[in-house]
């Protein structure tokens, strides 16, 4: 069956639906979705969590989960249909003609065969090379996505390349057959920003140069801007809009889009909150006339005034055994966190930005007593936390310090209520004088984070991503702690979500005059949040400096470095919107 | 990879010396060795005696020490009741129950690890289910009770298969095998099935769970999205990748299949080390019973340090020089 269009698209999808049948009914994941790439083009679908994003790239390559199933619709590879062929007429168009790259390439490649190995039985598995010739040709296409070394290095096992290394020998086999189109699902997600826009950079010239069409399946506004030539945005399985991206980015049309670009974090500007996103649904806000200034969680506070600094680390050294001997010559050591010292004022947000296994986290394992420090101080609130001997003489400063966690999925017990999760630090640090008092102190608690008291009875998976977030702030607000820790609170959430949380910690930090420190590698959310902020790499702080200075005026290199990889939307108006 | 073996060498060592001081103790604890040696008509001077010569005065670490050498040699004194070195009893027994633990584990794997792969690529066939519905038979069902339902079936009612013994055996030096006789054959498949059963089902549930849980992993995905072959993914891929844990839970089950032997032994009055152990307890044989506990560990031991060593070779992640290019 051929297209009856002068010009034939690489691919056409022309009404899509997708449904997954369910005990109560049928879920549609997709409907009336009609796509078309061009060689060369690539097309990104962008869209938050649910939104269908996945599905589409699923069910052009036939592999849906069962039990989903494409039940209207065509889809047209150069003309040839390819929807509902069968097994074995499937396999040879993926890989051979469409080639899929996934999200996480720590776990995209099979850890127990090497390099080699993986490459040689896809290229043979679809072209008809020999041994010597199939391994010419992984050597050539490791050397074409840029991994150094190829002839040495394609004998080696995955776990013996970093993430970003991994990513190219992905992208080298799902290029093995000379695909002409290529679906990369969130293909960038799980890597470092700088390592991000180097495979961005790898794609757009793979594209361009191979003439290969790409879908890129993203929740991120910034990769889309930096990427694609037209971009569909998609909303509960719909295409609500679709257009070049540089319509899409300052021109929106629909609501949803407008929203969604809104609730971007800005790169380029402080806005004192995030902008409501009006459009998305079940968006929790918090009731009106909560007065906290007056309110038992407020109160507390008074009895401690302090002038100096609230925290306070001098030349901390984190050092972790990796390899044990008998032999001390012998040992290996990582140290995390190299001689690291700054202070936080009381009231004040200070972030501290920095790749993976830079030592962000490890700083708040520290500040927390999680780790013991191998050297320097940490004092908070003028007591030296290192020189504590017991767990009972921490215990008053535990209290005091809060931590949310950047997984809402595993940080909550699954098998406790929320009631119970937020009221068991108050039975824990005796801050209640009954059981009633905390029940009391636990509805309010649900109330302040927008969630409302019909939440305590239900248990956390009852609840979406964003909630749960919530959840964890009412369990750390629990303790009536002075000083909260957030651990890239954010970066599991999508973006209009993001901006409902990060609006109510921006809130409860002023109302409540918390002292925060603010850990994430995104540094637009690092310039909304925070007051002042630490640059780290490989364990060692290189620059602190307040917000708006560091944007403006960076000092080190490195930090020059991370703020020309931030997506910029070059180009690109960023429509206004009321805040 | 040295070090890492050496490690295990000392670990092991230090498994046996305590297993041996287990043993050892046996002697001190359970009844009085000259007792158990001499009649009743034996003198109380010559009772003194013979305990001044068989160093029975001597101070404990002595005592072990001078068990423990002996017992590296293999050497574990005169059996009380047979009057006969010990050594040479477990000899004669051990080939009986090494053939047949290793026949069962070998039926265990052979078909408890297809069934295992077939249950967990065709889930809904109602052959799976079958196997399903069959292993929990296998699982809830005790050994003896199995061993005494075939003996009934396939023993007294059809009267195809002997019901007790091993048959004709044939020397080949100092091992004794039943494996080359027609009745040696036909002696060991009923006590063969009934040890290997429980293993079989537990080995499917595991390998169909664990490649299950592998199924589900990105890289099954993505090799499916490079299209290749159903069976390249199920066999080279999810296959490879479940046996890493397999492995592991296999080899320790080949040890507990051969300290386990001695229900189905004595089921089946099979001539082995098992039965041997069992009238041991029944006649406080110590010797017999100290060399057991000591040949069982050293068993475990020997097995695990096989399955570490196996697991370096299958999963690249614990090649110790993993430090490439980073």
Known sequence: MKADVEKESLLTIEGMRVEFPSRRGHVVAVERLDLTVEPGEILGIVGESGAGKSTIGNAVIGLLEPPGEMTEGTILLKGDRIDHLDDAAQRKIRGARIGMIFQDPLTSLDPLQTIERQLVDTIQRHLNLGEAEARSRAVDLLDQVGIPDPAVRIAQYPHQFSGGMRQRVVIALALCADPEMVIADEPTTALDVSVQAQILDLMKALCRDRQVGMILITHDMGVISETADRVAVMYRGRVVETGTTQQIMSKPNHDYTKSLISAVPRPDKRLKRFPLVTYIEDAEERPEGLNLATHWLGKVREEHKLTGNLVELKDAHMRFITRHSLFPSRRLFLDAVKDVSFAIQPGEVFGLVGESGSGKSTIARMITGIYKPSGGTITFDGTDMTALESRAAAAPFRRQMQMIFQDPFSSLNPRMRVEDIIEEPIHFHKMAYDRQEATQIMHDLLDVVGLGSQAARKFPHEFSGGQRQRISIARALATRPRFLICDEPTSALDVSIQAQVLNLLKDLQSELNLTMLFISHDLPVIRQVCDRVGVMRHGKLLEVAPTETLFTDPQHDYTKHLLKLMPKFRGFRMPELET | ?326
């Open chain 2, 1 to 326: 990879m040295l070090t890492f073996i050496a490690k295990r060498l000392v670990q092991s060592i230090l498994v046996m010396l305590t297993v041996g001081l287990i043993a050892f103790s046996l002697f001190r604890y359970v009844g009085d060795p000259i007792n158990n040696m001499v009649g009743q008509d034996t003198s109380l001077e010559e009772r003194v005696e013979l305990k001044e010569k068989l160093g029975l005065n001597d101070g404990f670490l002595l005592q072990f020490g001078r068990f423990a050498v002996n017992a590296a040699q293999g050497n574990f004194g005169f059996s009380y009741q047979h009057r006969r070195p010990v050594s040479d009893l477990i000899a004669e027994r051990l080939p009986a129950t090494l053939e047949l633990s290793l026949v069962s584990a070998f039926l265990a794997m052979a078909i408890g690890i297809p069934m295992g792969v077939y249950t967990a690529i065709r889930r809904n066939s109602w052959l799976s289910h079958s196997f399903m519905t069959l292993s929990l038979v296998g699982i809830s069902l005790p050994t003896f009770l199995i061993g005494i339902l075939l003996i009934l079936l396939f023993g007294v009612v059809l009267r195809w298969l002997p019901t007790f013994g091993r048959g004709d055996v044939v020397q080949l030096g100092w091992w004794s095998t039943g494996l080359l006789t027609a009745s040696g054959l036909k002696s060991l498949i009923m006590p063969a099935i009934t040890l290997a059963l429980f293993q079989m089902t537990l080995i499917m549930r595991l390998v169909r769970s664990e490649m299950l849980e592998v199924m589900r992993t990105d890289f099954v995905k993505f090799a499916r999205a490079r299209g290749l072959a159903e069976r390249y993914v199920n066999f080279v891929v999810a296959l490879k990748n479940t046996m890493v844990p397999v492995i592991t839970i296999t080899g320790l089950q080949l040890g507990s299949i051969i300290a386990f032997a001695i229900i189905t032994e004595s089921v089946f009055q099979w001539p082995g080390m098992g039965l041997l152990f069992i009238q041991a307890v029944g006649n406080v044989d110590i010797p017999i019973m100290a060399a057991y506990l000591v040949l069982i560990a050293f068993f475990f031991v020997v097995i695990n340090l096989i399955v570490d060593m196996l697991y370096v070779v299958v999963d690249p992640r614990l090649r110790v020089d993993s430090a490439g290019g980073h």
